[in-house]
Nanobody, 118 residues
């Protein structure tokens, strides 16, 4: 089992920045990819960004150039630096960790609220 604990959400004005963190504990050595998803009210959960253990990244088109995902393998922690935030970035952000290949197993954090509003 892997436990994921998120932090860093909150209220920010449009154009502002936030940094999310997600620390993995338990058996993090089984994890390959880590990433962030978000779910806004009335919408489906969507991928924001992901990063593999080797550092390969993937971003949703809507956040490219504004968000940066990074990872510290020694600390088993993934970060999401969010700049130039927009109101449409408002959502609950969930940390995800998975094995990346068979047997595919994934874990989720409890979610952290990000609200972009003036």
């Amino acid at each position: 089992q892997v436990q994921l604990v998120e932090s860093g959400g909150g209220l920010v004005q449009p154009g502002g920045s936030l940094r999310l963190s997600c620390a993995a504990s338990g058996r993090p050595f089984s994890i390959n990819a880590m990433g962030w998803y978000r779910q806004a009210p009335g919408k489906q959960r969507e991928l924001v960004a992901s990063i593999t253990r080797s550092g390969s990244t993937n971003y949703a088109d809507s956040v490219k150039g504004r968000f940066t995902i990074s990872r510290d393998n020694h600390k088993n922690t993934v970060y999401l630096q969010m700049n130039s935030l927009k109101s449409e970035d408002t959502a609950v952000y969930y940390c995800n960790a998975n094995t990346g290949s068979w047997p595919f197993i994934e874990f989720w954090g409890q979610g952290t609220q990000v609200t972009v509003s003036s």
